[in-house]
């Protein structure tokens, strides 16, 4: 294929931004710098802060769509696709970078696969270590692997991996259950195919229920070493939004696997939350500090269901 064709005139980026005007500008440039061609939307979830005047003086050739209220990361989402028109949209969190070659990588990648409907990178922290992004769909025997410390006991090998803490090959390409939603080009015929992220998701779990239903209908997701993006992680919220993830993973359940299986998630969700929680009082310096913010936040999640 010529060069041309992989020069970002076929993909729309949609960067949702919540407070983080610096690292959304950054994520940005990151791909005008790339993908010259790429249309760049940014869908503001009611910040009220400085990024439209940020844009317009950085990065004039994006366009900002603001929302009035925060529906949640998923609802942003659709929202950019909605008021983009490219065949691949590249759903980009604000706190992360492409590196050079990495859209054309996810691009040419779906190109060369029509059965495939997602393609997603490595993921490396701001220090250039990788992060584990392939994830397994959750199910209440990984959640409760995940939460009682079996999974971590295991080095996520099966049958008692988790569903993020899970054993997988990050070296080569190939198609995986799911992938960790911080960069991810989606075929935008797929995506529409399947009505786009269900809003009813705030934050988190959101990309795996997606996923889940493009593999339900018989869509691949390709996982590619080759392209790689910078993902700091927790910019926007971090450990206080701790709680958001177990409730997002319980939803996702009842969805899948119905009101009884929801509930013997939360169970161990919540239990898992507990015992770290504990722990977390006995652990020194910063990293206690920042446990106990991480399962406080879980348990008052719990107090309010």
């Known amino acids: 294929m010529s060069a041309h064709r992989f020069s970002g005139d076929r993909v729309s980026a949609v960067i949702v931004h919540y407070k983080t005007p610096e690292d959304t500008v950054a994520?940005?440039?990151a791909v005008e710098q790339t993908a010259p061609a790429a249309e760049i939307v940014v869908v503001d979830n009611a910040s009220e802060d400085r990024?439209?005047?940020?844009?317009?003086?950085r990065i004039p050739g994006a366009r900002l769509v603001r929302e009035t209220v925060n529906r949640g990361y998923g609802a942003a989402c659709n929202r950019g696709a909605r008021g983009s028109s490219r065949p691949y949209l590249l759903f980009l969190n604000s706190d992360a970078e492409v590196r050079p070659e990495a859209i054309a990588r996810l691009e040419a990648a779906l190109e060369a696969d029509p059965s495939a409907a997602v393609a997603g990178p490595r993921l490396l922290d701001a220090g250039g270590r990788?992060?584990?992004?392939?994830?397994?769909?959750?199910?209440?025997?990984?959640?409760f692997c995940e939460s009682s410390g079996l999974a971590f006991v295991a080095g996520g090998r099966e049958p008692f991996g988790g569903h993020t803490a899970t054993r997988q090959d990050h070296e080569t390409a190939h198609s995986v259950?799911?992938?960790?939603g911080a960069a991810l080009l989606v075929r935008r015929s797929d995506f529409e195919a399947v009505g786009g992220f269900d809003e009813s998701f705030f934050l988190y779990a959101e990309e795996t229920d997606l996923m889940r239903r493009l593999g339900e209908a018989g869509r691949r997701i390709l996982f590619v070493p080759q392209a790689e993006v910078v993902h700091a992680g927790g910019r926007s919220g971090g450990d206080r939004l701790f709680g958001q993830l177990h409730a997002s993973l319980v939803r996702y359940v009842r969805k899948h696997h119905g009101g009884w299986a929801a509930r013997v998630s939360a169970a161990a969700l919540d239990s898992g939350?507990?015992?770290?929680?504990?722990?977390a009082l006995v652990t020194p310096g910063e990293r206690g500090r920042t446990r106990r913010?991480?399962?406080r936040s879980a348990l008052k999640r719990r107090s309010a269901r």
């Open 51 to 57: 990024i439209g005047e940020e844009l317009e003086r």
């Open 293 to 295: 913010a991480r399962y």
């Open 273 to 279: 939350a507990v015992l770290r929680y504990g722990a």
């Open 177 to 180: 259950e799911a992938l960790m």
């Open 27 to 29: 994520a940005a440039r």
């Open 130 to 143: 990788p992060q584990g992004s392939i994830r397994l769909l959750p199910t209440p025997w990984r959640i």
